[in-house]
C-alpha cells in the first residue's frame, strides 16, 4: 500500500470555524490531490498540487484553501466551515503526471454542525 | 467540461451471476483506470487501459476499453460476496488531473 496518511479520520465541528485536514505521504510523489465524496456526486477535486508551493484549482475549490510547504504534507483548510462542507474527504497522490494513477488514503469524515 | 457516465448506479445480484457495468464519455481519452472503494476506505486501483480496444483481465474480472477511447467496460464473471463496493472508472488527458465517474454500487448476495 501507497503510505499515505490523513488526519485526523473523523472530526465534527461547528459552523463557522477553520478546520485543517492533513495528508502527509511517504512516497515522495510530486503530485497530490484533495477530493471529496458525496452521495449522487462522487469524487469532485477541489485542489491539487504539483509541487511544493505549486497548487491549482478543482472542480469545487470555493471556501478551500490549500497549502504544501513540503513535498510530503498537503493541508486542506476549510475557512469558514459550512453545513455543506460536510462530506468524506480523500487525498491523492501520483506519482508521474497530473492523470496517471492515483493512490488514495483512507479518508476522513467531516461534520459540519 | 470531460464527463465520464457510469452505469448502472446500483446492481444487486446474486452470487455466481455475471454482469458487466459501463463507463461512457464523449471526450477522449489517453488512459482510463478503474478502481474499487469498500465502506469506510479509499479507492484501490484495480487496472489502467491506454490502448483503443485493449483488453486486460485480472482473475474474475474483465475490463476493456472502447476502440475510439471514450468508453470502457468491467466484466466480472461469477460474482462472488467479496466483489462487494463502489466500482470508479476516472479519465486522464492532456495536463489535466484524473476524471472520475460517479460509481456502480454493486451488492453481490451469497
Known amino acids: 500500500d501507497a503510505g499515505i496518511t490523513q488526519s485526523p479520520r473523523h472530526k465534527v465541528t461547528e459552523t463557522g470555524t477553520p478546520v485543517t485536514l492533513r495528508c502527509h505521504q511517504t512516497?515522495?510523489?510530486?503530485?497530490m490531490y484533495w477530493y471529496r465524496q458525496d452521495p449522487g456526486h462522487g469524487l469532485r477535486l477541489i485542489h491539487y498540487?504539483?509541487?511544493?508551493?505549486?497548487?491549482d484549482k478543482g472542480e469545487v475549490s470555493d471556501g478551500y484553501s490549500v497549502s504544501r510547504s513540503k513535498t510530503e504534507d498537503f493541508l486542506l483548510t476549510l475557512e469558514s466551515a459550512t453545513s455543506s462542507q460536510t462530506s468524506v474527504y480523500f487525498c491523492?497522490?501520483?506519482?508521474?503526471?497530473?492523470?496517471?494513477?492515483?493512490?488514495f488514503g483512507q479518508g476522513t469524515r467531516l461534520t459540519v454542525v | 467540461t470531460q464527463l465520464l457516465e457510469q452505469s448502472p448506479q446500483f446492481l444487486s445480484i446474486q452470487e455466481g451471476e455475471n454482469l458487466t457495468v459501463y463507463c461512457n464519455s464523449s471526450s477522449v481519452f489517453s488512459s482510463l483506470q478503474w478502481y474499487r472503494q469498500e465502506p469506510g476506505e479509499g479507492p484501490v486501483l484495480l487496472v489502467t487501459?491506454?490502448?483503443?480496444?485493449e483488453v486486460k483481465k485480472l482473475k474474475r474480472l474483465t475490463f476493456q476499453f472502447g476502440d475510439a477511447r471514450k468508453d470502457s467496460s468491467l466484466h466480472i464473471t461469477a460474482a462472488q460476496p467479496g466483489d462487494t463496493g463502489l466500482y470508479l472508472c476516472a479519465g486522464g488527458s492532456g495536463n489535466t488531473p484524473l476524471v472520475f465517474g460517479k460509481g456502480t454500487r454493486l451488492s453481490v448476495i451469497a
Open positions: 512516497e515522495n510523489h510530486r503530485y
Open positions: 498540487s504539483y509541487g511544493v508551493k505549486d497548487t
Open positions: 487501459v491506454v490502448t483503443g480496444g
Open positions: 491523492a497522490i501520483s506519482g508521474t503526471s497530473r492523470n496517471t494513477e492515483a493512490f
